[in-house]
């Protein structure tokens, strides 16, 4: 059964194909459902449409992992990592650090 969530973030994406917070929604709709490979995808999109998405990468990462796409994961981190130091966003900071030290 599709769920609702998802039908409608994707549908909203037609309407609009730059509206960053219906990727981010879309991707973490997805990850709940354990459809990491797809929510990875959307979650590029939203980085690519705003890069300065700070949750995004960090929520790319995590798809990412589970996903066993270690190397892009490492790439995303280092990325997210500067986009939320920037940003002063310290708790996805905080999370990619750690996440950073998953991966050394």
């Known amino acids: 059964m599709p769920n609702p969530r998802i039908e409608a973030l994707k549908r909203l ?4 194909p730059n509206d960053e917070v ?4 879309l991707g973490k709709a997805l990850m709940d459902e354990g459809q990491f490979g797809e929510a990875a995808a ?8 705003k890069p300065t998405y700070s949750a995004a990468y960090l929520a790319l990462v995590e798809s990412l992992l589970k996903i066993d796409n270690k190397d892009r994961a490492r790439q995303v981190c280092r990325e997210g990592h500067a986009v ?4 002063g966003d310290m708790q996805v900071t905080k999370k990619i650090e750690a996440l950073q030290a998953t991966l050394a």
């Not at 959307?42 to 449409?49: A, D, G, N, S, T």
């Not at 939320?84 to 940003?87: E, F, Q, R």
């Open 13 to 16: 994406l037609q309407i609009d």
């Open 22 to 25: 219906a990727y981010f929604g």
């Open 42 to 49: 959307y979650l590029e999109q939203c980085i690519k449409v």
């Open 84 to 87: 939320s130091l920037k940003n």
